[in-house]
């Protein structure tokens, strides 16, 4: 079963015998291989090379977290996959139409986890009319204008998007965990995460990320709605955990229940079918009620 770790205290993390140690005043430990996620949430804390390495070759997901605990970078291996040359030159190959028409699928599937998002919050379902609105390349930013009309519907008409706030910080929080996890599995499966669909920003290192969390977002602003204190000045750290823990929850991915981690690669494999023309269609997550996944 796959550990998702936050560490928030000054600690000294190191790998022994193949097993991650995180020491304080007494020494945690548990194997390299189980450690999926990775969140250090603590400036003065220290990790040896040969600790990040053995995660680098093991796949896991490293987080780095800025004095405001919100996660601001992340190691990925560079190899991690045999033939990334080979997956590279089958992202620059692909046509206009094609990208356009992944991002549609990923914009109305954002949308259609919108709406079950509002329901499961016992809110009107407002954005339903969007889905099909929704043209090839979403040249008409659907987008954007259901997105308005969702963030308002769910969390009144007050919310400012970006604007300093508790509910904000926890959105931020949540969606750089997404992020992460997806350019891991990006990255394991051989692309290059600056190469996206539809976003292309020169200063963007993981524009292919920020297309395909587009259909998890929703999972973040659903805990967020439930779990928001207005009376609270800052996060506290059970809601930093906890979001971390969101990779862990159920999500259905090909009408079968998953833990949203195994639904990321699962729509990361889907995509590398689609690049090498397999399929035409991307493997998207439909969000859930809010339950962690139980391993059978």
Partial sequence: ????????????????????FIETDYAHHIPIEDVATLVLDNRKLTVSAFCLDSLIQNGTAVFICNEKHIPNGIVLPFAAN???LKMIRLQTEQTKPRKKQLWKQLVQQKIINQGRCLELCGKKNTVAKFVDKVKSGDVDNVE??????????????EF???EESICNGMLDYGYAILRGSIARYLAMYGFEPSLGLFHHSELNNFNLADDMIEPFRPLVDLYAYHHVDAGEKEMSPTVRHELVQLVSYDILSGNEVHAVNYAIERAVQSLVRACSE???????PELLPLQSHTYE
């Fill in 82 to 84: 045999s033939r990334r």
């Fill in 278 to 284: 397999k399929d035409q269609f991307l493997l998207l």
């Fill in 160 to 162: 400012i998007r970006h």
């Fill in 1 to 20: 079963m796959y550990q998702h770790i936050v560490v928030e205290s000054d600690a000294k993390i190191y790998r022994k015998n193949r097993q991650l």
């Fill in 144 to 157: 954007g204008t259901a997105a308005a009309v969702y963030f308002k519907t769910l969390f009144g008409d």
